[in-house]
């Protein structure tokens, strides 16, 4: 059995996953950007910094199983907004009527397809796992340290210590996507 997953299997795997989701339900095409060092925890990570003062939706999804994880896609408050239009037919009049929670809603959705075509690609690989509910985290100027154990976000997985973090970038319709990856194979 293999007892690890190579960068470039996780990088294709969420770039088929984003690129999937945002053509299929947005028929918006991405681009990959590149990727950040892969960065382990345990050796002093910095935490992924979001400097810009451009207001971010960041959705949360986890992973548990023979793979343990969590995948946070960062896209700009601005193109949430776009987007949410763009999958459920609204104007940018009627989004805004519709405030935070449906922008929370479509984003949460647009992370929950995106982990949900990861995970199947580690499941094919000979990791079965099982995603976790979606959070939504909302600001500017903050950062998301490496965390470990997974038991902070409030559901039920064992601690992922010793996980590897991967943050890749992607570039669609003019603006930027972050996906960062945190994940441990095996106990």
């Known amino acids: 059995m293999i007892t690890q997953i190579s960068e470039d299997?996780?990088?294709?795997?969420?770039?088929?996953a984003v690129q999937d989701v945002f053509?299929?339900?947005?028929?918006?095409?991405?681009?990959?950007?590149?990727?950040?060092?892969s960065l382990?925890?345990?050796?002093?990570?910095?935490?992924?910094?979001?400097t810009e003062s451009v207001p971010q939706v960041v959705g949360t999804v986890g992973?548990?199983?023979?793979?343990?994880?969590?995948?946070y896609l960062y896209i700009s408050d601005e193109f949430a907004r776009r987007l949410t239009g763009e999958m459920l037919?609204?104007?940018?009049?009627e989004v805004a009527a519709g405030g935070d929670?449906?922008?929370?809603?479509?984003?949460g959705e647009i992370t929950n397809m995106t982990v949900g075509g990861f995970k199947n690609a580690l499941c094919d690989t000979g990791f079965p796992c099982k995603l976790t509910i979606t959070s939504i985290l909302r600001g500017s100027n903050f950062s998301v340290e490496p965390i470990s154990s997974a038991t902070r976000y409030n559901f039920s997985v064992e601690?992922?210590?010793s996980a590897t973090r991967y943050?890749?970038?992607?570039?669609?319709?003019?603006?930027?996507?972050?996906?960062?990856?945190?994940?441990?194979?095996?106990d």
């Open 167 to 186: 943050i890749f970038h992607f570039n669609c319709a003019g603006y930027r996507l972050v996906s960062d990856i945190l994940m441990k194979i095996g």
């Open 63 to 71: 992973f548990i199983g023979e793979a343990n994880g969590l995948i």
């Open 101 to 107: 929670e449906v922008v929370n809603d479509a984003i």
């Open 159 to 161: 601690p992922i210590s």
């Open 9 to 16: 299997m996780i990088r294709g795997s969420i770039t088929r």
């Open 23 to 37: 053509k299929t339900m947005l028929h918006h095409d991405v681009v990959f950007a590149g990727a950040s060092s």
């Open 40 to 50: 382990n925890p345990d050796e002093g990570a910095p935490p992924l910094v979001v």
């Open 89 to 93: 037919g609204m104007t940018p009049e």
